[in-house]
């Protein structure tokens, strides 16, 4: 689907009805990614909704054990497969091969186009041989493996705004220098459960990941203040040629597992500063949804719609400083 109701090229992003799994009751609204693609359609502002292809082996295998892939397609043995704290079916193993393929995709695109998204999440809990809080493959690190082998970056940045800290992508990058990760968060995440109190115990700093816990009750300024003051450096330290941006709904004040005191229009305005920082510094971002576990999924949906609003009201603001400076 094409729209360029705003007047502008549209935004390439990816979805397709193949990242949905019948999960059964879960506090993981699988149905979302659809939803949000709807909302999107429905907005008129200018977007191009494209269908990715799986993930291979071959990509997989670049960031994972073998063990652990085997596991995840066959279901066996039944504790690896389930690891990540969701049911194993075959249509999960299938699911989660183009979820994976669609940060693919949304990196290539933003690599060709400066911006561009997946609609479905970066699964940042993700470990090599094992998955942790509902995230199966590490789809940012698979994504910047591929263009990194590929020959399109050598250097890459996760910019992490879910709620909860991003284990899995540390201990990824661990053994990789190339790579770097800034995460601000409100929980951190250890050993497959969250923890609340950020400020009683926080992950550590290593040289390539960085670690924001930002205090509970925090509202929409304190957020937004401590983004501008890290992301800035993290950007000098990294010197990426690529951003992934991980946009998490569950910061939001709703959120069952949010202590932060943030707004819709606050998570919009931390979504337009992430875009906005990386097209004024002429790097691509590749943009993936996260989190989100309030009740009523509309809500939900209204965030990750939010992050779209930002990236359009970014690139076209980016468009507009351009062609002033041409006059």
């Known amino acids: 689907m094409t729209s360029d109701a705003a007047g502008s090229p549209p935004i390439r992003v990816f979805h397709t009805p193949r990242y949905f799994a019948d999960i059964g009751e879960h506090v993981m609204p699988m149905r979302k990614f659809a939803l949000v693609r709807e909302a999107i359609e429905r907005s008129g502002l200018p977007a191009r909704i494209e269908e990715p292809g799986p993930v291979s082996d071959e990509d997989l295998l670049r960031v994972h054990t073998p063990g652990y892939v085997q596991a995840i397609a066959t279901g066996e043995p039944r504790a690896l497969a389930e690891s990540q704290k969701l049911p194993w079916s075959p249509a ?54 591929r263009a990194r082998v590929e020959g399109r970056i050598r250097r890459a940045l996760v910019v992490d705004m879910d709620l909860h800290y991003g ?63 890290h992301l800035g450096p993290a950007i000098d330290r990294a010197a990426p040629d690529l951003i992934l941006y991980q946009a998490g709904a569950d910061p939001f004040r709703e959120d069952p597992y949010s202590p932060l005191d943030l707004t819709h229009d606050d998570l919009r305005a931390r979504d337009e500063i992430v875009f906005r920082t990386a097209l004024e510094r002429r790097i691509p971002i590749a943009w993936v949804l996260a989190g989100g576990y309030t009740p009523d999924v509309s809500r939900v949906v209204e965030v990750h719609l939010g992050t779209f609003v930002a990236a359009v009201r970014a690139r076209e603001a980016d468009a507009a400083g351009g062609a002033a400076a041409d006059l």
């Not at 186009?113 to 942790?132: Q, R, T, V």
């Not at 990824?172 to 497959?192: C, D, E, H, T, V």
């Open 167 to 229: 284990n899995g992508t540390a201990s990824l990058l661990a053994s990789r220098p190339w790579a770097f990760a800034l995460s601000i968060y409100g929980n951190w995440y250890k050993q497959n459960r969250a923890y609340r109190d950020v400020e009683g115990e926080r992950a550590p700093d290593t040289e390539n990941s960085w670690s924001v816990p930002v205090p509970g009750g925090s509202g929409g300024a304190a957020y937004l203040e401590i983004l501008e003051r």
């Open 92 to 145: 999960l193993a299938g699911a989660v091969r183009f979820t994976n393929g669609g940060c693919i995709a949304a990196v290539s695109a933003a690599l060709e186009e400066g911006i561009a998204g997946n609609l479905a999440s970066g699964f940042h809990h993700a470990h090599a041989d094992h998955g942790e809080g509902f995230c199966t493959f590490n789809g940012l690190v698979v994504a910047m493996e």
